[in-house]
């Protein structure tokens, strides 16, 4: 029941945008993302719910397919201060609990 | 602002001892949980708590036990230390409502090393 992300890693320059991947083998009922630095705890990003639906946070967006299942972060014009690991966190339709994903190492060089 | 503590951060201690990982949140959420964390690695849920007297396992088997005596306050004890118990472990709250988790407001965490 936990989520896969995609890809595993990335490294991007400074001003690339990049786009991380969370799919469920259940049906959701929300999505939640996070972001966290080396050596950090995890700081929350934006939650989605079901009715497919998009936020912004900044520079950052994520969007929520609740037909697939899956839910898409994207990061435009990256910045260092980017870099970190990215967690989804999905609840399901069915039942309340909450699955962190694999995880995604997301490094922006200059 | 939103305030969730964690002691010891650093932790090193001998195989056999009992040690208790303290967290506590000034929030006033209702739910609490527990991860293990290698660095670099996928966070696992080790308890969860829905409120007062509430405490249930998570997906990853541990040795650990908890208690949730009072809201703010969700302890963490190891009965016995082990080798294999060395990690980081993460406190974290949120709110709950509509039968699902709002976001998680996480602790600094707790480096453990048992040698």
């Known amino acids: 029941q936990q989520p896969v992300q995609s890809p595993q890693a990335v490294i991007l320059r400074e001003g690339e945008d990049a786009v991380i991947n969370c799919s469920s083998s259940k049906a959701l009922y929300s999505v939640h993302w996070y972001r966290q630095k080396h050596g950090e705890a995890p700081v929350f990003l934006m939650i989605l719910l079901k009715g497919g639906e998009q936020k912004g946070h900044e520079k950052i967006s994520a969007s929520f397919n609740e037909k697939k299942q899956q839910s898409s972060l994207y990061l435009t014009a990256s910045q260092l201060s980017y870099s970190g690991t990215y967690f989804c966190g999905t609840v399901l339709l069915r039942g309340n609990q909450f699955y962190f994903g694999t995880g995604t190492s997301l490094t922006v060089i200059p | 602002e939103a305030d969730i503590y964690q002691t010891p951060r650093y932790l090193v201690i001998g195989t056999g001892k009992k040690i208790t990982l303290e967290c506590s949140q000034t929030?006033?959420?209702?739910?609490m949980y527990w991860y293990q964390q290698d660095p670099g690695m996928e966070l696992h849920l080790i308890h969860y708590s829905y409120g007062v007297n509430s405490t249930e396992k998570g997906d990853l088997s541990s040795e650990s036990t908890v208690s949730r005596i009072r809201t703010e306050h969700f302890p963490l004890t190891l009965e016995s230390a082990r080798p294999s118990h060395t990690s980081q472990y993460l406190c974290?709250?949120?709110?709950w409502g509509g039968g699902s988790p709002y976001e998680q407001y996480f602790g600094p965490g707790t480096r453990l090393t048992v040698t």
């Open positions: 929030m006033g959420h209702d739910k």
């Open positions: 974290a709250s949120s709110e």
